[in-house]
């Protein structure tokens, strides 16, 4: 289930301080609520997905949850190009 707005207000702030501790190079934001609550956003994940974003100075890529591609397994490919997004931006060999 999605979390409720409240839930969302009580944990973001955890999120945040562990980010800002961990510092880390780059964030997956796997499904939508993931991106949106973190992001702070109402865009669809359709429309932003395939690109880096950017949190405090660290770059966040989005794409989707494994839930929607069993229920949407044509979205596989569009994951694989997040991911092959995601491994560029770390430095690490693409096919």
């Known amino acids: ?4 707005p409240g839930e969302v207000r009580e944990c973001l702030p955890f999120l945040r301080r562990q980010i800002e501790l961990l510092r880390p190079e780059l964030i997956l934001c ?3 609520i993931a991106a949106q609550n973190l992001l702070e956003t109402t865009e669809a994940i359709g429309l932003v997905r395939g690109s880096v974003h950017q949190f405090h100075g660290v770059k966040v890529v989005w794409t989707y949850h494994p839930a929607y591609l069993l229920r949407n397994p044509s979205a596989k490919k569009q ?3 997040d991911m092959k997004l995601l491994m560029r ?3 690490t060999p693409v096919d």
Do not use: A, K
Not at 1 to 4: A, G, I, L, T, V
């Open 89 to 91: 931006e770390l430095g």
């Open 30 to 32: 796997v499904g939508r």
């Open 1 to 4: 289930r999605d979390p409720e």
């Open 79 to 81: 994951t694989w190009e």
